[in-house]
């Protein structure tokens, strides 16, 4: 074992005996508590003393960490890293910081021949004047030296009629991968160590989906399986700064008749807690993507009474994703979820890499003459030619493999993948023509086609709809108001359960 | 001086003037041949573009605001298929008088053009496509197919048009159309 190997193994173990360390942390006494200083190399406990409910370390202690020379002089405490000083003065709930005065939550304490500071003196104080960055996690006792990607975890577990979901927040954000081993998931993240509490949800009742959520590995969750467990469809989603995991669990489908079969006592049927949704069979959509057009520095087109194409949008959307998640179900995908912007290709990505089953662009339009008014739905157009370039850059193409041999592979051309969809995206319009039609205003062409470049990229039916007209003032108004969101909103979502029938009656023939 | 006399002085002077007229205003008008220069008569196609003019079918924003109407307009005749698509586009995207509305954002300007062998012209336009741009779905695609459709319905040479802003390749206008790759004609969005 060479030199670097014994240091990624000391580390491995190091941060293993972190993960252990906190796990039993978790479950000790508050007197016992250490902070945990994490860093490249290893990990170092320096103890934790609480005095009045105030947690503090020992200078000592956080001299032979940092290499921090300390002295007591002229009843003043020095505290001196690289030619940099701090001085605390026992009275005082302040700190001197290369000059610069900084509060502490509480005035150090002397203790037998030591001087305890709140462990806040180190963001605050130590973190300015050090080389290297110190992260102070306080809340799970955590002090990260230097560039580790150490991923908060947060995770919430919830029943979803007869499934269940499993959301894991990790921040900063994380990517990961979830595997399916036997009775257990494992979700491996891309960070160097997990900062979560162990277990990271408190077991779940049996007859359960889901029995455990445990951190098992310094950047590993795994998910232990219950009996009532069939399938899973994992989906990550970036939130503010963290990246949002879901994972959504299908329970086992309740058997049905076979025609002509006697029948079965009236307890083998669905439970009857289960919501009508969910005692049907699995959707054909099991994840709808909605895209708030527009967003940050882009507003969009702006109504002469002030509304915001980007800001009408978000709001739709989030209405949308509301009705379509609690009454059908269905999990729900924003490309945006606050006001920024986000590439065009950033919002097809998002529903491609998580395999949505449909994508919905929400606009608003704007003519020349403001008296044009109605909703209109667009799904992409192709150039005539289109078909044989898609033909062509469609077919599979035999790449090599691991293993060796030849495999087909089908490559689908980033700004064609719309394309074999393209029927089901105008069936999708039409029906939402149709749901529309009683309910919104529509425009004098209330379908087309025409080539956008947010359509041509999603791999899987797709259509825009611009919702009205922000240059008509009447129009404005009544975009703004929550009688034409909730109308439209509802058109959309009957849509949706339309689309799906219409899914299933095609899978059927 | 006897009355004949005078009358066939009158004569001869009338002659001289309509000869003097057809020699040096009527003959060019209607051989569009430069009155100046006797040299640049040798060479007509090169000096007689700018009196020259050809039809061109323009394009407008129709009354229903979400289609384009097209008008028969004259257009300078310009020597050579690139020539004569800088002139339409310099036709179509000047201001027009009113009734008629343009989807071409004011202040817009013909900044170079160019069409390759395989007949797909690319059209440079100034920033103001753009920045003057009020968006909208609709709005983009008349704005787009006023371009594309005032070459393509006008020169058979050309089978689809690119457009550039400011010398460079875009993505969109305004967030929706897809302007990665030429597009054709498209006459549904005409009345």
């Known amino acids: 074992m060479n030199a670097r190997s014994l240091s990624l193994f000391s580390a491995t173990i190091a941060v293993g005996v972190f993960v252990l360390t906190r796990s039993l942390a978790s479950q000790a006494p508050p007197s016992s508590q250490t902070l945990t200083l994490l860093a490249r190399d290893g990990r170092h406990p320096i103890p934790i003393s609480a005095v009045n409910d105030q947690e503090f370390v020992a200078l000592d202690d956080l001299g032979a960490a940092f290499q921090l020379a300390v002295r007591e002089e002229a009843g003043a405490i020095t505290v001196t890293y690289k030619g940099k000083t701090i001085v605390v003065t026992p009275d005082q709930a302040l700190a001197s910081v290369s000059g610069r005065l900084v509060s502490l939550p509480a005035p150090p304490v002397h203790a037998g021949r030591r001087w305890l500071v709140p462990v806040e003196f180190i963001s605050r104080a130590l973190a300015p004047i050090y080389d290297v960055r110190l992260d102070l996690r306080k809340a799970s006792h955590l002090l990260i030296v230097g560039d580790l990607r150490v991923p908060r975890l947060t995770a919430k577990y919830e029943a979803v009629g007869s499934g269940a979901r499993l959301t894991i927040d990790a921040a900063p954000r994380a990517t990961s991968t979830v595997q399916q081993e036997g009775e257990r998931l494992t979700i491996k993240f891309d960070a160097d160590a997990l900062d979560a509490p162990n277990p990271l949800l408190p077991p779940q009742p049996a007859p359960a989906i889901v029995q455990a959520v445990r951190v098992a590995e310094p950047s590993t969750v795994t998910v232990d399986l219950g009996p009532r467990f069939a399938a899973f469809r994992a989906s990550t ?47 054909a959509i099991r994840t709808v993507a909605i895209d708030a057009g527009h967003g940050g520095d882009d507003e969009g087109v702006k109504g002469a009474g002030g509304t915001k194409e980007k800001d009408l949008t978000l ?33 097809t990505a998002l529903a491609n890499n998580n395999k949505a089953d449909l994508f919905i662009s929400l606009h608003a339009n704007a003519s020349l003459r403001p008296s044009v008014t109605g909703a209109m739905i667009f799904s992409a157009g192709f150039p005539p030619d289109a078909e044989q370039q898609a033909r062509a850059a469609l077919a599979p193409e035999p790449l090599p493999t691991f293993g060796g041999g030849l495999r087909d592979i089908e490559l689908v051309p980033w700004d064609m993948a719309q394309f074999r969809h393209l029927e089901q995206s105008v069936a999708f319009a039409t029906i939402l023509e149709q749901q529309m039609h009683d309910k919104v205003p529509l425009g004098s062409r209330p379908t087309d086609q025409a080539p956008l470049r947010i359509l041509e990229s999603a791999n899987m039916p797709a259509v825009l709809i611009e919702m009205g007209f922000l240059t008509n003032p009447e129009q404005e108004k009544a975009l703004a108001g929550s009688g034409f969101q909730n109308a439209f909103t509802q058109a959309v979502f009957e849509s949706v359960i339309k689309f799906r029938d219409h899914l299933g009656m095609v899978a059927s023939r | 001086m006897t009355p004949r006399r005078a009358a066939l002085i009158a004569a001869l002077t009338t002659v001289v003037a309509c000869l003097a007229w057809l020699l040096f205003i009527g003959l060019p008008r209607w051989y569009g041949a430069p009155a100046k220069s006797t040299a640049a008569a040798v060479k007509p196609g090169a000096s007689a573009a700018p009196v020259r003019k050809i039809t061109a079918h323009l394009f407008y924003v129709a009354d229903d605001g979400v289609r384009l109407v097209s008008t028969d307009r004259d257009v300078p005749f310009g020597e050579g298929t690139v020539q004569q698509a800088k002139e339409i586009i310099g036709a179509q995207i000047a201001p027009p008088a009113a009734p008629l509305l343009s989807a071409i954002p004011a202040g817009t300007t013909l900044r170079a053009l160019f069409i390759t062998a395989k007949g797909d012209a690319y059209v440079d336009l100034s920033h103001e496509i753009t920045g003057g741009h009020s968006g909208g779905t609709v709005n983009e695609l008349l704005t787009v197919y006023t371009i594309v459709n005032a070459l393509t319905a006008n020169l058979p040479a050309v089978s689809g048009v690119q457009l550039l802003v400011d010398g460079k390749e875009v993505d969109t206008l305004a967030g929706h159309v897809d302007l990665r790759r030429p597009l054709a004609r498209n006459l549904s969005w005409v009345q």
């Open chain 1, 237 to 283: 989603q970036p939130v503010d700064a963290a990246m949002r995991l879901v994972i959504d669990f299908v329970a086992p489908q309740t058997t049905t008749e076979a025609p002509g079969a006697p029948s079965a006592p009236a307890t083998a049927t669905a439970p009857p807690e289960l919501p009508p949704a969910f005692a049907q069979p699995i959707s």
């Open chain 1, 315 to 347: 709001t739709v959307a989030r209405q949308l994703k509301a009705a379509i998640e609690s009454r059908l179900g269905i999990r729900v995908l924003l490309t945006r979820d606050d006001d920024r912007a986000v590439g065009l290709d950033d919002r």
